[in-house]
């Protein structure tokens, strides 16, 4: 029998940490794992996405959320001036990077703090599909 380790399913879907079976979407991240970035589990209902975005000025962001689906771009205002490096260890390419959503998660704020750009993200479940107690007559 084979074990399967499901820790990179965790890597870009927030919110399905309850569920064992899940399998990813099919969508692909064809940017090679750039930028790096961390999803931190806060507490039972909080989520925080943090991505390494040094290089990005606020205005050079967007984060949009569609459909439970979180898409953080990077781009730069204009291409940066030819340059003759001798060694290039920092990446200055325009990104994007996607997550699937649960249900019910909901982005609570975004800020960009020491070239780290933190998205906060909340389950909040609707009052009518949370268990209630039913009193006996």
Do not use: C, W
Not at 7 to 20: C, E, N, T
Not at 92 to 99: A, G, L, S, V
């Amino acid at each position: 029998m084979r074990n399967f380790d499901l820790s990179p399913l965790y890597r870009s879907a927030i919110g399905f940490d309850r569920l064992v079976n899940l399998l990813e979407s099919g969508q692909s991240q064809g940017n090679g794992g750039y930028p790096p970035y961390n999803v931190e589990l806060v507490n039972e209902n909080q989520y925080r996405i943090a991505i390494a975005v040094a290089g990005f000025a606020e205005h050079e962001l967007d984060i949009i959320a569609h459909d439970n689906l979180l898409t953080v771009k990077g781009a730069h205002a204009q291409e940066p001036a030819e340059r003759n490096y001798l060694y290039q260890g920092i990446a200055e390419r325009n990104f994007e990077r996607k997550f699937q959503l649960a249900e019910h998660i909901q982005i609570k704020g975004a800020n960009l703090e020491n070239g780290l750009l933190y998205i906060d993200l909340e389950r909040v479940v609707p009052e009518t599909l949370k268990p209630r107690r039913i009193e006996i007559n």
